[in-house]
């Protein structure tokens, strides 16, 4: 069983950037492939970037290249979220996820795949 606990959301004027965090418990984190992904209001649950387990592969829904950057310390079994040049578009709850079946392919968008899950933390962007 792997327990993820986001944090590090809250409310940013557009054009600023936060930076996500999800630690993990257990010892097999280098194990898993790392998701992130965002449900706004009324909305889908959707896919935002994903991370390999070594962390040397990396993927990203098109709306958010350039700006997000994924990435993860297995030392410290944490997984990050960068986000810059935020857009009220979004505003969300953003969720970090563990897939321990599979490591990073373009299956990874997919939501299914991912064996665990955190609680979401609110990322809000104000225009």
């Known amino acids: 069983q792997v327990r993820l606990v986001e944090s590090g959301g809250g409310l940013v004027q557009a054009g600023g950037s936060l930076r996500l965090s999800c630690a993990a418990s257990?010892?097999?984190?280098?194990?898993?492939?790392m998701g992130w992904f965002r449900q706004a209001p009324e909305k889908e649950r959707e896919f935002v970037a994903a991370i390999s387990r070594s962390g040397d592969s990396t993927y990203y829904t098109n709306s958010v290249k350039g700006r997000f950057t994924i990435s993860r310390d297995n030392a410290k079994i944490t997984v990050y979220l960068q986000m810059n040049s935020l857009k009220p578009d979004d505003t969300a709850v953003y969720y970090c996820a563990a897939d321990y079946r599979y490591d990073i392919s373009t299956y990874s968008t997919d939501d299914h795949r991912y064996d665990y899950w955190g609680q979401g933390t609110q990322v809000t962007v104000s225009s």
């Open positions: 257990g010892p097999t984190f280098s194990s898993y492939a």
